[in-house]
């Protein structure tokens, strides 16, 4: 079976610094990948997706950055958070074919930048 | 382009009443499917169902049911007699097979469901 890994669950980190969010994937080859965020009640934003490595498409314009360095493995980055970066961070997966595009996703981390 | 609303925001019921959240979708495509998602306290969605456009049979499962109407373009969901642990955000979804894009979301809806 299929499984999502997400790290960190939580993360506190000051305004200006870096940031790595890791989202690996178990139990399937080549799936399409995404980035959402969801600031606190609210909807959720996607970020970026990727449909293979190295390919990666961004949704909305910011100061983050996604990169897809293995098949199963997506990392959203950033060189210096800004306050507005806060947020619940989810990784999505689905397969390139089949099944509508469902997407199964990780835990989350809560990013707070302070 | 598509487009999916949840016109409700937030709804709060007693517990063991009926509630029903409504979608409608918009889109051009012939061929798309709905999704429904539930994001309890904990934060992770979990997936609930999944329609394709050429099957408009309701669906039940247990407590939960959805009624898919293409002529009013609405993907509703009703849960029957619901329990505290429903109390979640609701996120109704729709793909397109016009191209490898992902899922777009409506806003959610929150249920709350008090004892």
């Known amino acids: 079976s299929q499984t999502i890994h997400q790290w960190p669950a939580t993360l506190v980190q000051p305004v200006g610094s870096p940031l790595s969010l890791e989202c690996t994937v178990e139990?399937?080859?080549?799936?399409?990948l995404y980035w959402y965020r969801q600031a606190a009640g609210r909807g959720l934003q996607l970020l970026f997706y990727?449909?293979?490595?190295?390919?990666i498409s961004s949704e909305v314009p910011q100061n983050l950055s996604a990169s897809r360095p293995q098949d199963r493995q997506f990392i959203l980055s950033s060189k210096k958070l800004l306050l507005s970066d806060s947020g619940f961070y989810l990784c999505?997966?689905?397969?390139?074919?089949?099944?509508?595009?469902?997407?199964?996703f990780g835990p989350g981390t809560r990013l707070t930048v302070t | 382009a598509q487009k999916v609303t949840q016109a409700q925001t937030e709804i709060s019921v007693v517990e063991k009443e009926d509630v029903t959240l409504d979608c409608v979708y918009e889109t051009r495509d012939t061929t798309y499917y709905l999704f429904w998602y539930k994001q309890p306290p904990s934060g992770e969605l979990v997936f609930l169902i999944r329609r394709n456009s050429f099957d408009e049979q309701n669906e039940i499962s247990g407590r939960y049911s959805w009624n898919f109407q293409k002529s009013t373009s609405s993907f509703n969901f009703t849960i029957t007699a619901s329990q505290v642990v429903d109390s979640a955000v609701y996120f109704c979804?729709?793909?397109?097979?016009?191209?490898?894009?992902?899922?777009?979301f409506g806003k959610g809806t929150r249920l709350s469901v008090i004892a």
């Open positions: 990727s449909v293979g490595i190295g390919q």
């Open positions: 999505a997966w689905s397969l390139l074919q089949g099944r509508g595009g469902e997407q199964y």
């Open positions: 979804a729709l793909s397109v097979f016009s191209g490898n894009t992902p899922l777009v």
């Open positions: 139990g399937t080859s080549n799936p399409n």
